[in-house]
């Protein structure tokens, strides 16, 4: 990730949120919200997406506060 380019936030075990705004400016921009969790090669990848980020997801509102900022309860978009 380039400098000055979003607020990256890492945890002991190798996870990680990204925050960043996507456009041209601050009125109307995107924010975009990435979410990375480690899982040991032994670990538990066979786990729905939704409920292997669901801590992470948790981490992410409380400390942006998303929800309260822009009156959403879920994002518009998830890939």
């Known amino acids: 990730m380039s400098a ?6 890492g ?10 705004l ?3 400016g601050t009125v109307g921009a995107t924010l975009r919200v ?3 969790r480690y899982e040991p090669p032994n670990g538990h990848h066979d ?10 997801i948790a981490a992410a509102e409380q400390i942006a506060g998303i929800s ?12």
């Open 47 to 56: 786990l729905d997406t939704q409920a292997a980020l669901a801590p992470l």
């Open 4 to 9: 000055k380019q979003g607020i990256r936030i």
């Open 34 to 36: 990435y979410l990375e």
């Open 22 to 24: 996507s456009g041209t």
């Open 68 to 79: 309260d900022r822009t009156g959403r309860s879920a994002p518009s978009v998830i890939t």
């Open 11 to 20: 945890f002991k075990d190798g996870s990680r949120i990204v925050f960043r």
